[in-house]
């Protein structure tokens, strides 16, 4: 059963830089498309990043895009999210999420989620 760990969260004010890691483990298969998805209170949980763990193609909402890196190690167990310029409305629960197989990562295909770690943004 593949685990997924969020780590990294905290509470910065505007403009600072936080980064986010996700620790894998449990694969059986070799592609996945990693992800980072956030939900803030009352809303519903949106997608922030996007990255495949076999050729490291990544992709961002445009709401982050330029301020939002996602990455991973060589060991492609550990997904990161460095996140800089952030903005009051970046606060939300982070959660890394992750996709059997080469297709997108969409909220509704999702097959792993970790338990989230919370990012505060003060302004």
């Known amino acids: 059963q593949v685990q997924l760990v969020e780590s990294g969260g905290g509470s910065v004010q505007a403009g600072g830089s936080l980064r986010l890691s996700c620790a894998a483990s449990?694969?059986?298969?070799?592609?996945?498309?990693m992800a980072w998805f956030r939900q803030a209170p009352g809303k519903e949980r949106e997608w922030v990043a996007s990255?495949?763990?076999?050729?490291?193609?990544?992709y961002y909402a445009d709401s982050v895009k330029g301020r939002f890196t996602i990455s991973q190690d060589n060991t492609q167990r550990t997904v990161y999210l460095q996140m800089d310029s952030l903005k009051p409305e970046d606060t939300a629960m982070y959660y890394c999420?992750?996709?059997?197989?080469?297709?997108?990562?969409?909220?509704?295909?999702?097959?792993?989620w970790g338990k989230g770690t919370l990012v505060n943004i003060s302004s």
């Open positions: 449990g694969y059986t298969v070799s592609t996945y498309c």
């Open positions: 990255i495949y763990t076999a050729n490291s193609i990544t």
């Open positions: 999420a992750a996709r059997r197989g080469g297709g997108g990562c969409y909220r509704d295909y999702i097959d792993y």
